[in-house]
C-alpha cells in the first residue's frame, strides 16, 4: 500500500464571498486530494478540534494556492472560527442519509416526523449543499405538504435553534405579515405601541427574501438591529419591546439557511412559510400572535380562498404549537403608505409615529387596525375597544416616545439615508388610477438596489382612484447608482407601466 | 450624476475547477462592481464579442485579484472560448422569464410546450444557475411530467442542439438500457455484433450519472471515446459503428447540463429519463431503437407495473417523434457479468467478444438477446432468428475482429487499467446465496472511487443460488488509493453485506 498521505492541511483565509455556500479550495496536486479521491464538487468534512463543517470542494490548477494548504471562502471561514494556518482535518463526510426521504417525497411519499427531523437536523448544521436544499425546499413548495407534514417541519425546526424564555411574563405578543405587499411597514408602529400599552413584543425580524425590504432591513435604517440575545433581552426588559434582526438569535437556524437558497429562486411554499413563520414565534417564546394576510391580484396572497387555506394551516400549526393566533385579511390591491425600498419605508413609519398630518393614511390606519387586534387578542382591553385604545397611544404621542427609547436602547436612532440617483416617472395621458401592479413595483424597486442598497426603491405619488393629469408624477425611482437606475428603467421600458392609468370602465 | 465608470474589464484565468459551475471573479472595490450593483451571488453576463456567457459572481475581498480585472473560473474560462487579458463587457443579464413556468409548475400547472422550448433554450445556453436547474430537475421529478409534457420536454430538448443526418443509411439502429444495472456492459457487444452483421449503429453514449460506470465510461478503458463529429463519422462509414461519449456531440446539450446537477443529487425522473434518451436518440438520427428494462427489487425499476409505465411513456413519445422502439424486460436480481466499475467491466466485455470459457455467462447471453431483438426490429432477419443470427457472428469471432476495428478507428485498441488497491469479502458462514443488492454494490463501487477512478469498483465472485463456504470470497473491493478503499470498506462495514448467504427457507 502506498502512504496514505497527510490528512491534515493548514488553513488559509481566502477572502472570497460566495454568499453563505461553504467552498474550500485545494490544489489538484495536494496530497490529501488524492489520497481521499476528492474532485470538483467533492462535498468535504472540515475538523478543527471540536468544530467541523461541510464544504464543497473546488480544485485549483494554477499557482496561487500550493499543494500544501487548503484555503476557505468567507462563510466557511467564519462557520469554522478558523484561524490563519490553524491545521485543520479533512475527510469524507458521512453520507447524506436524511436525503434520501427528500427523493422519496419527490415520488409521492410524505415525510415523516423522523424524516423532517432528520433533514432540518441536517441542513441547519451545513451539511446539505445549496443543491440539496433548493431540492428540498422544491419538494415542500406549492401546496405539497400536509397538516401533519407542516407540523412536523415546524417542531424540527423550532427543535434545531434556541429558544428563547421570557420569565416573569405571561403573555409574550408577536405579529406577523404574509407576503410582503410593498411599503406595508407596520411593525415598528405595532411594536411602539404595544410597548407603550405595556404590552411585552420582543420582535424579530427577517431581511428581505424575495421584495424590496424586510422590516429588519427597514428599522436598521433608523437604528442597530444585529443585536445578539443578550443585548435584545436587555431592550426589552427595560422597553417592554424591541424591532431586532431574527438571523443573529439562532432562533430556527435551519429557516436562514433554506432562505439563503429561497431568496435567489425566489419562490417558497404554504407549507415552508407556515413552518417558517410559526417555528420563529414559537421559538422567540410568543404566546400570542397576529397575523395579517394582505390578499389582493398582485399580492402575494391573490385570493380570499388561498387565504383561508393558509388561515386553517396557520391555526392548525399554531393549536399544535400552542400558540394563539388571530389572522387578519386585510387589502392587497397596492402598496402601503408610499416608499419602497428600506429607507423611503422608514420615512413613512416615521411621519405615522410622529403624528404628522401628512403621514400616509392608509400605513396609519392599517397599524392602527393590527395593534388593537392585538391589544384585544392578548386581553389587554375588551373586545372592539382595540382600535381607539391604539389610536389613543398613538394620538399622545406615547408610541413615538417608546419607539425613540426602543431606537436608543438597541444602539442609537438614526434618521434613514436619501438616494443620489432618482428618475421621475409621469403620466402620459390623463384619467384615473385603474390598477396598481405591486409585483411589478416590487421588481423595479429590487433592480433599483433595494434591500441591498438602503436607500434605493420606488417613491408612489399616487392611489388607486386618483384622477391624474397627463405628465403628473406616478412614481420616483431612486438608486444608488446609475446602473442601477438604468436596469431598472430598462425594465420599466419593457412593458406597460405597473401603475395602469385611463378612463373609468 | 457619478461617472457610469468602466463596464469593460480585462479577464484572467483563474485556474478554478467548479465543475461546470461558470463563476465571475470580482475584486469588492471594482468599478464595474459599484456601478452596475453586483454581489456576492448576481448572476452576470459577459460578453467577448459575439460570444456570451451567464456567470455567477463570487467576491474577492483579498489581494490576489485587482479590482481593476475579473477571473475566471475553468468552466467560464471554456465556455467563453477567452484568452488572457481579452477585455470583456460585463452585465446584467436579461431576466429569467422562462423560470416563471417553473415557479407555476410547482403550483400545479403543467407545462406548455412553449415554456418547455423556453426553458430547455435557456437552460442549454447557459442562462440557469445550478440551483435553478436543480428546482427544475425537482419539479419534473418523479410521476410529476404527463405525456403531453414528455413529448414536449423530449422535442425541446432535441431542438436545443445538433441532429445528425445519416444520408444513404436508411435504417439506423441504437440500443438503450434503463437503469444501469451494475456490469450490466452489453452495448460494446451488441454494437460489434449489429456492426459485423452490416447494420449501422453510430452508438454515443452517456458517462455514469449515479451508477459506477456509465459505457462512454467503461468504452474509455478500451478505446478513446471522445470525438468530434467529423472523426465519429468516419468511424461509422468505415465500420458501420462507433461506441462514442455523446456528450462531445452537443446532440441534447440541455440534458449535459441538467446531469451537472442530477449527479449530486442522485434522482431523476421518467419525465426527463424519457426525454433523455429518446431526445439523444432522434438527435443521433436513430430509426429503430432497442431499450432494455432490468427489473428487479434493487435495479432502478423495482417492478412490472413501474417497468410497464415507464413502457407506455416511451412508447408514446417515440411514435410522436416517429422512431420505432422496442423494450425488452430483463432480470434485474442481480449484476450482470462479474466486475463492477470502468475497467473491471471492460475485461468482462472482452471476455465475451473473445469468446473465453470463462467468460461470464449472463453478459454473454443477455447481449445476445438484445442484438437478436435488434436485428429482428431493424428487419435484417426474421421474427425467432434474431439470437441464433447474433450467436453465430459472435461465435465466429467476426463479433471481436469489428469491435477490434472500431476501437482502432476510434484511435486506437488498449487493455483496461487495474487497480492498485484490493480487499477481498469472505462469506462469515456458509449457505446459500440468497439475495444481493445492486445499489449497496453500486454504492460501495462508487466509494472505491468509480467511475473517477477507472480501474476502481468491484469484482464479484458469487451469483444467486451459488453454495458458498465459511471463508470465500464473495467479492473484492479494488480502488486507487487507499482512502478511497477505506472509504468503501467502512461504508461496507456500517450495514449488512449487500451479498446475503444463509440457509435456504
Sequence with gaps: MNDPGPTRLPLRRLGVDTYQEPVIYMHADCAVCRAE?????????????????IATLNVIRSEWLSPHEAALSEAAWSALAAHEGELATLSHPEPLESFSAVRAKIYGHPFSADALQAIIGDISTGRYSALETAAFITACAGRN?????????????????????WPGHAIVVDKHCIGGLPGNRTTPIVVAIAAAFGLTMPKTSSRAITSPAGTADTMETLAPVDLDLGAMRRVVEHEGGCIVWGGAMALSPADDLLIRVERPLDFDSDGQLVASVLSKKVAAGS????????????????TSEAARALEVRLQT?????????????????????????????????LAVLQN???????????????????????DAVGVGQGTLAAAKV?????????????????????????????????????????AIDNRRLARAAKLAGAP?????GIDLHVRLGDSIAA???????????????????????????????????
Tied chains: 1, 2.
Design 37 to 53: 479521491g476528492f474532485e470538483a464538487q467533492s462535498r468535504i468534512r472540515i475538523a478543527l478540534g471540536e468544530r467541523a463543517i
Design 317 to 349: 400549526v399554531a393549536i399544535a404549537m400552542g400558540l394563539t393566533v388571530r389572522i387578519v385579511q386585510t387589502n392587497g390591491d397596492q402598496p402601503v403608505g408610499r416608499g419602497i425600498g428600506p429607507a423611503l419605508e422608514a420615512r413613512d413609519v
Design 471 to 505: 405628465g403628473q408624477p406616478l412614481f420616483t425611482l431612486q438608486a444608488g447608482n446609475r446602473g442601477e437606475l438604468e436596469y431598472a428603467r430598462a425594465y420599466l421600458a419593457s412593458a406597460p407601466l405597473p401603475v395602469r392609468v385611463g378612463a373609468p370602465s
Design 287 to 302: 404566546t400570542h400572535l397576529i397575523i395579517d394576510i394582505p390578499v389582493g391580484t398582485t399580492a402575494k396572497v391573490r
Design 145 to 165: 405538504m400536509s397538516l401533519d407534514e407542516s407540523i412536523a417541519l415546524t417542531r424540527a425546526m423550532i427543535d434545531a435553534g434556541t429558544r428563547l424564555q
Design 356 to 378: 404628522d398630518p401628512a403621514a400616509p393614511p392608509d400605513l396609519r390606519e392599517h397599524a392602527l387596525l393590527l395593534s388593537g387586534t392585538l391589544l384585544e387578542t392578548a
Design 452 to 456: 441591498s442598497a438602503p436607500a434605493a
Design 394 to 434: 398613538l394620538g399622545s404621542g406615547a408610541a413615538w416616545r417608546k419607539f425613540l427609547a426602543i431606537c436608543e436602547a438597541q444602539g442609537g436612532f438614526r434618521m434613514p439615508p436619501q438616494a443620489t440617483h432618482r428618475h421621475e416617472i409621469a403620466a402620459t395621458q390623463p384619467g384615473q388610477v385603474l
